[in-house]
T-cell receptor, first 114, second 115 residues
Framework: DQQVKQNSPSLSVQEGRISILNCDYT??????FLWYKKYPAEGPTFLIS?????DKNEDGRFTVFLNKSAKHLSLHIVPSQPGDSAVYFC?????????????FGQGTILTVHP | DADVTQTPRNRITKTGKRIMLECSQT?????MYWYRQDPGLGLRLIYY???????NKGEISDGYSVSRQAQAKFSLSLESAIPNQTALYFC??????????????FGPGTRLTVT
C-alpha cells in the first residue's frame, strides 16, 4: 500500500523555466511533508518542508504547495538551473507520534537542460 | 568530515553469505534508521532505533537484523543474502529535540550486489 505516490518517474525542463514536481498521499494522519533531493552517489538531502496547517512555504527558488482536500503537494522550482538535476523524493510524517518516521514516495528524476 | 558515514560504500557478495553494513554518526542524534532504495520504489524503511535500547521493525524487515552498539553506531546485517536484496542502502539520523525534529540526515549509501 503506497501511501505516498509520485506518479511521474521523470521530468525534463529547460533552464530558466519552471519545474513542477507532484506528490499525492492517501493517509489523512500525515501532518508534515518534506522534499528531499538526491544526487548520484550521495545520500538524500533535505530541501524544504511544510506543515499541514499551511498551504504554502517558500525558500528562495523553491516553493512547496499543499492542497489538503486533494491530498496533494507540489514542489515548484523557479527558475530551474542545470544544478537542480537530481532525484526528488517527497516524504510525509504521521501526526500523533513523536517517532519521526517518514514515508517516502518513489522519486522523480528531474533533468534541467542548459 | 561527513556527519553520517557508511561502510562499505560498495559490496559484492554471494547468495547465502552473511554481510554487515555499518553506520556511524557524529551529529549526536538519538534516532537512527536503515532504508533501502530500489528503482521505482523509492526509499523503504527496514529498521529504526530511537535510542540504544529501542529497536523497531520497519515496513520491510524480513531477512534483515540490526544492532545499535552505541548512540552513534547502528549496523544492518543480512544473515543469508539473497539476490533480491541487491539495492542501495541508506542510513539516516534524526533528533527528537529542536525545531527540526522531523528532518532526517542521510549517509552516502552502500551499494550492495548479491550474486
Amino acid at each position: 500500500d503506497q501511501q505516498v505516490k509520485q506518479n511521474s518517474p521523470s521530468l525534463s525542463v529547460q533552464e530558466g523555466r519552471i519545474s513542477i514536481l507532484n506528490c499525492d498521499y492517501t493517509n489523512s494522519m500525515f501532518d508534515y511533508f518534506l522534499w528531499y533531493k538526491k544526487y548520484p552517489a550521495e545520500g538524500p538531502t533535505f530541501l524544504i518542508s511544510i506543515s499541514s496547517i499551511k498551504d504554502k512555504n517558500e525558500d528562495g527558488r523553491f516553493t512547496v504547495f499543499l492542497n489538503k482536500s486533494a491530498k496533494h503537494l507540489s514542489l515548484h522550482i523557479v527558475p530551474s538551473q542545470p544544478g537542480d538535476s537530481a532525484v526528488y523524493f517527497c516524504a510525509s510524517r504521521k501526526g500523533g507520534t513523536s517517532y519521526g518516521k517518514l514515508t517516502f514516495g518513489q522519486g522523480t528524476i528531474l533533468t534541467v537542460h542548459p | 568530515d561527513a556527519d553520517v558515514t557508511q561502510t562499505p560504500r560498495n559490496r559484492i557478495t554471494k547468495t547465502g553469505k552473511r554481510i554487515m553494513l555499518e553506520c556511524s554518526q557524529t551529529k549526536g542524534h538519538d534516532r537512527m534508521y536503515w532504508y533501502r532504495q530500489d528503482p521505482g520504489l523509492g526509499l523503504r524503511l527496514i529498521y529504526y532505533s530511537f535510542d540504544v535500547k529501542d529497536i523497531n521493525k520497519g515496513e520491510i524487515s524480513d531477512g534483515y537484523s540490526v544492532s545499535r552498539q552505541a548512540q552513534a553506531k547502528f549496523s544492518l546485517s543480512l544473515e543469508s543474502a539473497i539476490p533480491n536484496q541487491t539495492a542501495l542502502y541508506f542510513c539516516a539520523t534524526s533528533s527528537q529535540f529542536g525545531t527540526s525534529y522531523y528532518e532526517q540526515y542521510f549517509g552516502p549509501g552502500t551499494r550492495l550486489t548479491v550474486t
